[in-house]
């Protein structure tokens, strides 16, 4: 009996660990997830709006190729 609480505590200890480690390996990443997610944004604005000037669509299918790229 003694032997399995001493192996939950180290599981418990080894989960700890895994944890934090992923907490860290997110905090490192989420500057790049920010970064990819605002070109993604802007890549796509700059699209849209090239479209629009090159066709002068009209409002509607304006609308309509929004939810095409939805």
Same mark, same amino acid.
């Given at each position: 009996? #003694? *032997?399995?609480?001493? #192996? ?18 997110? $905090? $490192? $990443? &989420?500057?790049?997830? *920010? ?5 993604? &944004?802007? /890549?796509?604005?700059? &699209?849209?709006?090239?479209?629009? *000037?090159? /066709? $002068? ?7 309509? !190729?929004? !939810?095409? *790229? &939805?």
């Amino acid at each position: 009996m #003694k *032997f399995l609480a001493m #192996k939950t505590v180290h599981v418990d200890d080894v989960e700890r660990e895994m944890y934090k480690k992923v907490k860290q390996d997110i $905090k $490192k $990443k &989420i500057p790049y997830l *920010f970064l990819f997610f605002f070109m993604f &944004i802007s /890549f796509v604005f700059i &699209i849209f709006s090239f479209l629009r *000037f090159f /066709f $002068k669509f009209s409002s509607c299918n304006v609308f309509l !190729l929004i !939810l095409f *790229f &939805i």
